[in-house]
């Protein structure tokens, strides 16, 4: 596993983050979201509705990772997407 798939780890055991869809979504218009994490094999769907969401609240988007690794990485299951929420916890996955 990589060092962002270990960071994101972290930063879901210290509660810097939301997953699943619709939470991710509502995070978006709370203002919370601050970076996405989308998994490469989201469904058409999926990926269009979070991209066009996270383009409205000008929030980037990162579609390196499968849901397989998304998922490992927190331990979690079928995870498609995960909204970080935490500043300090964003600043060391973008290093």
Same mark, same amino acid.
């Given at each position: 596993m990589d060092k962002i798939l270990n960071n994101l #780890? %972290?930063?879901h055991r210290a509660r810097g983050l939301i997953s699943g869809e619709e939470?991710?979504?509502e #995070? %978006?218009?709370?203002g919370k979201v601050r970076y996405i994490f989308l998994a490469s094999d989201a469904s058409d769907n999926t990926q269009k509705k979070i991209l066009n969401k996270a383009k409205f609240y000008s929030v980037e988007v990162n579609k390196e990772y499968t849901s397989f690794d998304?998922?490992?990485a927190i331990g979690k299951v079928?995870?498609?997407?995960?909204?970080?929420?935490?500043?300090?916890f964003l600043k060391i996955l973008k290093k």
């Open positions: #780890g %972290l930063c939470f991710v979504c #995070g %978006l218009q709370a998304i998922s490992q079928n995870r498609m997407v995960i909204g970080i929420t935490n500043e300090k």
